[in-house]
């Protein structure tokens, strides 16, 4: 009867640690599945980001332009420069590449394929270059046939011009003239900032109220 009780007790403690395994490893496979479903739901979401975003059209191009006053004469003193930045959206693993000369990139886009090296050092094997091939394409551009703009006088910033040359260096005149206008009594205030525009001889300065100038 002894050996009877002790085989039952081993087979009862055998049993128990079984349970203890099973309940162990359907934590586990718990804990998995959540966590695949966790990642399914974001490659989901990530898939339909993606999605959208190839139905969208492309964003027209960028431009963006530097406004150069030209001062030497007082005749030219009203026009201005544009000089065109122009972003254009490029689909992957495309390039643009703009060339001085028009017919440059006119032969390059009529033998429309090209073998490029990409491989550094020229004591390399044959077995170990990297060469690609691509594609020259023609590119169209948008650009605005018109250009609108207007002026607004600035109730900050005022223009000091006719200086006379008195041979001191430039920072030191701009010292004096901010000194002179950061004075209630000469009608000014406190002067934000100050530029010496080279191309005129004319001195910028800009109040930190308004109404300053």
Known sequence: SQE?????????AELQTAKEAVEQRTRELRKEGELLRKNLGQQMSSSRDQEASCQMLPALPEKKMVFKGLVTNKEDMN?????????????GGSALITFEKAKVAQRIIAAKEHVVELSYGE??????????RV?????????PSTLEMGLTRSSRSILVSDLPSLGIPDEALLDKLELFFSKTKNGGGEVESREFLDDSGQVMLTFVQDGGA
Do not use: G, N, S
């Open 135 to 143: 594609q020259a394409a023609p590119v169209e551009l948008l650009l």
């Open 123 to 132: 004591e390399l094997e044959e077995l170990d270059r990297c060469r690609v």
């Open 4 to 12: 009877l009780c002790r085989a039952l007790e081993q087979e009862h």
């Open 79 to 91: 026009k201005l420069m544009l000089t065109p930045l122009i972003r254009y959206p490029l689909p």
